[in-house]
């Protein structure tokens, strides 16, 4: 199984929060950029945060930076978003993408990334 596997979309009201999981194959899990994208209907899809699994480093979408947090566990090849302070507008499907590119900082591109998981949706309403 290369795709990863999102799971913990779901509802919630405005200044709530949720945590989404990303389980990832052992396989190809080292050396790998992790990201969380999301995608609004009728919008682009857009970079939301990244993770270089072997140093742990995360950047974010300064939009989103605060709220928003990434982060690993190693041991359980897994990756989540934690979103805080939710707003209408964070309204979406979100993905997890993975991808073996030199420079996880610049993560924003989606041709960038290999692996795709098929999303969790993420609805806040008002």
């Known amino acids: 199984q290369l795709q990863p596997v999102e799971s913990g979309g779901g509802s919630v009201q405005a200044g709530g929060s949720l945590r989404l999981s990303c389980a990832v194959s052992?396989?190809?899990?080292?050396?790998?950029?992790l990201a969380w994208f999301r995608q609004a209907p009728g919008k682009e899809r857009e970079g939301v945060a990244s993770?270089?699994?072997?140093?742990?480093?995360?950047y974010y979408s300064d939009s989103l930076k605060g709220r928003f947090t990434i982060s690993q566990d190693s041991a359980k090849k897994t990756v989540y978003l934690q979103m805080n302070s939710l707003k209408p507008e964070d309204t979406a499907m979100y993905y997890c993408?993975?991808?073996?590119?030199?420079?996880?900082?610049?993560?924003?591109?989606?041709?960038?990334?290999?692996?795709w998981g098929q999303g969790t949706q993420v609805t806040v309403s008002s």
């Open positions: 052992s396989y190809i899990y080292s050396g790998a950029c």
């Open positions: 993770i270089d699994a072997d140093s742990g480093r995360t």
């Open positions: 993408a993975l991808g073996t590119f030199f420079g996880c900082n610049s993560f924003s591109r989606p041709d960038r990334y290999t692996n």
